[in-house]
């Protein structure tokens, strides 16, 4: 996603989605899935054909590294799940909890998606924004404050 929004800042801060693909050498589908993520996070808006970078968009590439996360919290933050996954890991002693056990929440929350995928959306994102920690080894999903 991250490349996405350079990629608009850097021509203006629109594009055709179709143009998008081609020039970055991403299957449509996959590059449609980005511009959502993208979408969800007021990074960018999808008016028709177009891909458009949003002030927090703008925002997001101009950050540093740090502001970037910060940003990138902020944003995640806004969304129901993570409140809800949040409010999960603080109910658990050491405020963690198994891998296996989130999926069972994500399956329960939205039976519809592809939970896997959540879980790994969820903690690529999360892990990005300092939200959350995983113990790869022992798969614990832990929160982080702060």
Do not use: C
Not at 13 to 31: L, V
């Amino acid at each position: 996603m991250i490349g996405l929004l350079e990629y608009l800042d850097a021509r203006g801060g629109k594009e055709e989605i179709f143009r998008i693909a081609q020039d970055t050498h991403y299957e449509f589908g996959r590059m449609l899935e980005v511009v959502e993520a993208g979408e969800l996070l007021n990074f960018v808006d999808t008016p028709k054909r177009l891909v458009v970078l949003e002030p927090e968009g703008r925002r997001f590439v101009q950050a540093g590294s740090d502001e970037r996360k910060a940003l990138w919290r902020e944003q995640l933050l806004k969304l129901r799940i993570v409140h809800m996954l949040q409010e999960a890991l603080r109910r658990q002693p050491g405020r963690a909890v198994t891998r296996d056990d989130v999926l069972e929440l994500l399956i329960l929350w939205l039976p519809q998606e592809n939970y896997e995928r959540l879980f790994h959306t969820l903690l690529t994102w999360g892990r990005y924004g300092n939200l959350f920690g995983y113990d790869e080894a022992r798969q614990i999903l832990s929160l982080q404050e702060g």
